[in-house]
T-cell receptor, first 112, second 111 residues
Framework: DVKVTQSSRYLVKRTGEKVFLECVQD?????MFWYRQDPGLGLRLIYF???????EKGDIPEGYSVSREKKERFSLILESASTNQTSMYLC???????????FGPGTRLTVL | QKEVEQNSGPLSVPEGAIASLNCTYS??????FFWYRQYSGKSPELIMS????GDKEDGRFTAQLNKASQYVSLLIRDSQPSDSATYLC???????????FGQGTTLQVKP
């Protein structure tokens, strides 16, 4: 079974803090994704990575950055957290030969 | 703008009935279609993938794909209260390699 893990299920941060969200997958998948999910707005892609050291902007990259130094790990960074970044953050991964994405459990981030 | 559309619901069905969830998509060249189930407060779980026209069955779930009409549906037979969740339809975008998700349909199965 594919296993995607995220570092925290719940996180509370203050405005202006730098926030790191970690995602790890154990299936040697090439591609990894970060989404946020908000009521009424659905799933929105923030960033994705096709391979180590590679990153591509998704639909809403503003205010975020990412890092992929190792194949199994994809980090999402909020450089200076703001209240409008309060959301559910979901990491997903897939093998390069398939479109099937597998999601981690999600991190519910609250920025006060 | 490529889109995937679903009726948000809620779709309410009695226990034991067939639940029918529908999804339409705008990109005629899409090749891969997925259904995810998402329980409240949890992450999406992949439950069905379909790539060819016709039906694909897996237990109580049947996915149906009609590329000519650009719709994909999910049938859940013998619905159970544990099937109550939001069901997300996703379609691949060949140009970008990304998945485009619908907003989801909320299903309520009443005992």
């Amino acid at each position: 079974d594919v296993k995607v893990t995220q570092s925290s299920r719940y996180l509370v941060k203050r405005t202006g803090e730098k926030v790191f969200l970690e995602c790890v997958q154990d299936m040697d998948h090439e591609n990894m994704f970060w989404y946020r999910q908000d009521p009424g707005l659905g799933l929105r892609l923030i960033y994705f990575s096709y391979d180590v050291k590679m990153k591509e902007k998704g639909d809403i990259p503003e205010g975020y950055s990412v890092s992929r130094e190792k194949k199994e790990r994809f980090s999402l960074i909020l450089e200076s957290a703001s209240t409008n970044q309060t959301s559910m953050y979901l990491c997903a991964s897939r093998t390069g030969g398939s479109d099937e994405q597998f999601f981690g459990p999600g991190t519910r981030l609250t920025v006060l | 703008q490529k889109e995937v559309e679903q009726n948000s619901g809620p779709l309410s069905v009695p226990e034991g009935a067939i639940a029918s969830l529908n999804c339409t998509y705008s990109d005629r060249v899409s090749q891969s279609f997925f259904w995810y189930r998402q329980y409240s407060g949890k992450s999406p779980e992949l439950i069905m993938s379909i790539y060819s026209n016709g039906d694909k069955e897996d237990g109580r779930f049947t996915a149906q794909l009609n590329k000519a009409s650009q719709y994909v549906s999910l049938l859940i037979r013998d619905s159970q209260p544990s099937d109550s969740a939001t069901y997300l339809c996703a379609v691949n975008d060949l140009d970008t390699g990304k998945l485009i998700f619908g907003q989801g349909t909320t299903l309520q199965v009443k005992p």
